[in-house]
């Protein structure tokens, strides 16, 4: 853990504090998701500036709320292993700071994405801010139900590209979000199960700590991963806006994701989560690189 605490006034943020305010990964995770949105909804030549700083936007925004989550979670964040050498837990960085740093952020990502990109996707960004601030945040605290609340916000990047670059709400972008809202479930259950004394800790009443033996929990999340297989074919199927390619591939990574999810529910241990976790984490750029190849094809 880091020395500095609240009292050392002497101590100043480094740019590696400032980065983990981010959340990096998470926000990573978003500029890929919205850069499969975009593309799949247009073609990008001549269009790189608008597509590059509405990825600028967007992650500005996916930014600031990372920092903004971490200052109202300040207290919590105390308790559990996993995020206790956070910048504002170590006294590294000062409430006040980190609350002006994510305001900040925040504002130029939104007139980022109004200006670059258009008002839609900019009101979008807006409302996942404050969905994600002000709903899910909270939720956490008080219900389980709050992995599904917060799956809402954690789904809207693709759906976010998609109107950058069509300007439109439209049903691909729609399939998108659908896309990665079902895929988060069983993603964020297999952490769950991972860190499930850290989240009891945290007093987080989450599926995981509630439901002891797992069983019921783990099945949930095998469910939401067998209906991301149909959902995910939708565009192939209905609209014929991708090739054999995509229905094949999208076929085997869903059919592969399900069966870690079983898996989880028929083990129930940390090594069955795990292999889900990162089965998730693969799952997503290899189905996004597909989608993209055969639409560009």
Known sequence: MSTATVADLSYQ?????????????????ALVMAAIGYRA??????????????????GLLAAGSGALNQYLERETDKLMRRTRNRPLPTGRMTAESVLTFGILVSFVGFFTLLIAANSLTAVLGAMTLLFYLGIYT??????????????IPGAMPPLMGWTAATGRMGGFGIVLFAVIFLWQIPHFLAIAWMYREDY???DFPVLTVLDRDGQWTA?????YAL??????????????????LYFWSSLLLGTLF????????????????????FGSLLYLPIWGSFLIWDIAG
């Open 13 to 29: 943020p480094r740019f590696s504090d400032y980065m983990e305010l981010c959340k990096p990964r998470l926000s990573f995770l």
């Open 41 to 58: 909804g247009g073609n990008l030549d001549g269009e790189w500036a608008r597509f590059t700083f509405t990825l600028i936007g967007l």
């Open 138 to 151: 909270p939720a956490k605290r008080v219900s389980s139900l709050s992995t599904l609340v917060g799956a």
């Open 200 to 202: 009891a800790n945290g």
């Open 219 to 223: 099945w949930w999340g095998a469910l």
């Open 227 to 244: 209906a991301l297989i149909p959902v995910s074919l939708i565009p192939p199927v209905f609209w014929g806006l991708t090739g054999p």
């Open 258 to 277: 399900f069966l870690l999810s079983v898996q989880l529910a028929r083990k129930r241990t940390v090594k069955a989560a795990r292999a889900l976790f």
